[in-house]
C-alpha cells in the first residue's frame, strides 16, 4: 500500500468513527426516554467497552512507569467521564446548539495546543486556514439558518470543559501513542473512565433497575453504545490519531454535526438545508486544504 493509499485509508477510518459518532444521539435519547440518565448511560457503555477490550487485551495490565499510568488516567479523565459529563450537564443550563458550537471547537484548541507543546511541531498557514474554514462551516451548519444564540455562563462554562478535554486528550494522544499500542490505551481509557465516573454517583446516588437494563430496546442500544461507539470506535481513534496525528485526526471532529444532520434527516425526517449544504462544502474543503500540510 503506498504513503498516499494509507493516507487515504486513515482518513476514511477517521470518517466512519466520527459518522457513527454522529449517530450515537439517537441511542442515548431511546435510553433517556426508558429511564436512564446520561451519567449511568456513560457508566454502562464504558463498563461493557472496557470488559470486552479486556477479553482480547489483557496480557499487560500496567503501563511502563507511574507516570505514564497517570497520563492514562487522565486520558480517561479528560476522553471519558469529566467530558461525557460537562457536555451532557451543559445542556441542561444552555442550548444544544451552544453546546454544539463549542465543543465541536475542540479541533481549533487541540491545534493550539500541539503547537504551544510541542515547539518542533509547525503549523503551516494553510493548514490553520484550512482548519479555521472547517470551523466556519461547523458554525454553518449547527447553526443552520436561526442566528440566535442564548449566552449562559455556567453551561457554556461546562460545554467549553467538554471541549477542552476532548483538546487534552487528542494531546495526550499523540505522546502515547508513540509508546503505547491503541489497544491498551484505549482499555485504559476505559478503565479509568469507570473508575473516575464512581465518585459522581456519591452525590446524585441510582442505579437502573434490572427490569429496565433487560428491555430489548434498551439492551439493543447499550449493545451498540457499548460495542460499536465506544470499544470499536475509541479503538479506531486512537488508532487514527496515532497515525495522522492529533491536528488532523482531530479535525474530523468537524464533521460529527454533517453526520448529525444526516442522520436526522434519515430516521427523523428532518429536512436537508442549503446552510446545510454550504456548511457542509465549506468543512470538506477546509478539511481537504488542512490536509495538504503535514504537522
Known sequence: ?????????????????????????????????????????????????????????????????????GRMMLLGITGGSLYFLSENEAMNFTTATNTSLIVCSCPLFATLLVRLVYRSSHIHVVQLMGSLLAFVGMVIVVLNGRFVLHLSPV???????????????SLLMKSMSDKYSAAFITRKVFFYGVLTILPYYAVVPGLPSPEVLTHPVVLAN???????????????????ISKLGAVKATNWVYFNPISTMIFASWVLGEKITPYFLAGAACILIGMYTADRKTE
Not at 429511564?35 to 511502563?64: D, E, K, W
Request: hydrophobic letters at 55%; charged letters at 10%; glycine letters at 4%.
Open 155 to 169: 453551561g457554556d462554562a461546562l460545554a467549553f470543559t467538554a471541549c477542552m478535554c476532548w483538546a487534552v486528550y
Open 1 to 69: 500500500m503506498t504513503q498516499h493509499n494509507s493516507t487515504f485509508f486513515y482518513h476514511l477510518v477517521a470518517f466512519i468513527t466520527v459518522a457513527i459518532w454522529g449517530t450515537t444521539f439517537v441511542s442515548t435519547k431511546v435510553l433517556m426516554l426508558h429511564g436512564l440518565s446520561p451519567a449511568q448511560i456513560f457508566t454502562l457503555r464504558f463498563f461493557m467497552a472496557y470488559v470486552l477490550m479486556l477479553c482480547f487485551n489483557h496480557r499487560r495490565l500496567f503501563a511502563s512507569s507511574w507516570r505514564d499510568e
Open 222 to 240: 447499550l449493545l451498540f453504545l457499548g460495542c460499536l461507539a465506544s470499544m470499536a470506535c475509541f479503538l479506531t481513534w486512537n488508532w487514527c
